[in-house]
């Protein structure tokens, strides 16, 4: 999470606290003076494309209204740069009967605190990070945690759970089959009675209700946004950018690769190819991930261990931009994963990656 021209302070932890991680991004900001550039408080409620001039390099009107005031204003802009992210519209699977469930259902967007659960039942659906990061806090209060993870298991909770190296009262199991009025039937022939709650950790949906259509921006599945370049430009007009779209990334070092790749499209000195040319050689990506099993969930992700690795994507952004290589050894990376996969409680107790 280190950008490459700020260190994080001597004695940082290597699993830094959400208030040192504030912290962090607050000196980035103070030391590089970029708090007068940035406007807090405002959000954009509309961008629109302006008509005239380079078809494939148009002006923006943006909406933007200021929250504290509610006032509104609209502005001309040369470009456009969306960084909203996409962990602010839950993904929610359809699974049969779950309307028949009595007790509180929600997504881990919206948990907070693990004490109002102490004492209850809670069933986790879901085998990504934030499973195991709310199984482990809420292991702590709850009476029982279940961990129903699809065919996904991507962390091995399976395997861990299997040798005994998570805490007795949490349980990992197969995806539900049926779900009752309190009760789960997994897939797995396993069940559970007297649930008092589930809580989806199935990921986001990638939204931009603020981009209007003549953007040219479309989302299928909520999981495929097009068309873009490498995972960020619109082919149509290019003087719209995605930064950080995608999954199972370092977000920091990313949009750090990112801008710079951006700013060289847009001052110039990097030409890009044809619309149609950029469009087939996304869509023969996507073909490729098709062939290698992936499915539409997989079109922006970068966790595979091979040709769809976060690593193979920067080192082809950053060669194809021709900017300096500045990103995190993957080795460390790969260390710290195969220490979650073997051991997600103990996993932060050997810092030394």
Known sequence: MEFPDFKFPDGTPTFPSRAQIHKYLESYADHYHLRDRIHLKHIVTSVKRIDGGDAHRPRWLLTIKNTTTG?????????????????????????????????????????????????????????????????????????NVIVSVGQADRLKLQEQYAAGKLPPNIIVVKWPEVIGENAIRFADRDSADDVDAIIYCTGYRHSYPFLDESCGITIKGGKRVRPLFKHMINTKYQTMMFINAMVNVFDFTLAYAQVPFAVKILDGSLQLPSEEAMNADTEDEYERRLAAGKTLYHAHRWDDATTFSSEHYYTDLIAYAGLDHMLVGESQVKILEARVVDNIYTYRDEVNI
């Open 71 to 143: 006032a509104e204003r609209t502005g001309e802009f040369d470009a456009v740069f969306v960084c909203t992210g996409h962990y602010s519209t839950p993904y929610i699977p359809t699974i049969a009967s779950i309307e028949n469930f009595r007790g509180v259902v929600l997504h881990s967007h919206d948990y907070r605190h693990p004490e109002p659960y102490a004492g209850k039942s809670v069933t986790i659906l879901g085998g990504g990070p934030s499973a195991f990061d709310l199984a482990l806090d809420l292991g702590r209060h709850a009476s």
